[in-house]
C-alpha cells in the first residue's frame, strides 16, 4: 500500500521541542523532494519546509528559520522535521507530502497534530 505517514505530533509547553518524522511505505522517498506544510484552525495551509532529493538543498519558512531543521534519512524511507524553541503559533496540524508545493505533490499523508500551549 502506498502512503506517507507523519507522526510525533503532541501536546508540548512553549518553549519545548518535537521531531515530528514522516515514513513511506510503498514507494521511494528518496526520489522525491519532501515538504512539510501546516495548517493550524482558520488559516490556509502553508509551506514550513522542505528538501530536496538530490542537492540536499533545504528551505524554510521565515516564520520557523532558525527553530526548524528538515532532514531525511533515505535508508529508513525518512523524513524529520526537529522543531525546537516552539510557540503557540506553531500549532498546527502538520502534513509531509512529495513536494515542495503542495497541489504539485504526487503523495500526502493524513497530518499530524502539533499544539503548543501552557
Known amino acids: 500500500q502506498v502512503q506517507l505517514v507523519e507522526s510525533g505530533g503532541e501536546l508540548v509547553q512553549p518553549g519545548g521541542s518535537l521531531r515530528l518524522s514522516c515514513a513511506a511505505s510503498?514507494?521511494?522517498?528518496?526520489?522525491?523532494?519532501i515538504g512539510w506544510f501546516r495548517q493550524a484552525p482558520g488559516r490556509e495551509r502553508e509551506e514550513v519546509s522542505c528538501i530536496s532529493s538530490t542537492t540536499l538543498a533545504t528551505y524554510y519558512a521565515h516564520s520557523v528559520k532558525g527553530r526548524f531543521t528538515i532532514s531525511r534519512d533515505d535508508a529508513k524511507n525518512t523524513v524529520h522535521l526537529e522543531m525546537n524553541s516552539l510557540k503557540p503559533e506553531d500549532t498546527a496540524v502538520y502534513y509531509c507530502?512529495?513536494?515542495?508545493?503542495?497541489?504539485?505533490?504526487?503523495?500526502r499523508g493524513q497530518g499530524t497534530q502539533v499544539t503548543v500551549s501552557s
Open positions: 507530502a512529495t513536494d515542495c508545493g503542495w497541489d504539485t505533490s504526487h503523495y
Open positions: 510503498g514507494f521511494t522517498l528518496a526520489y522525491y523532494d
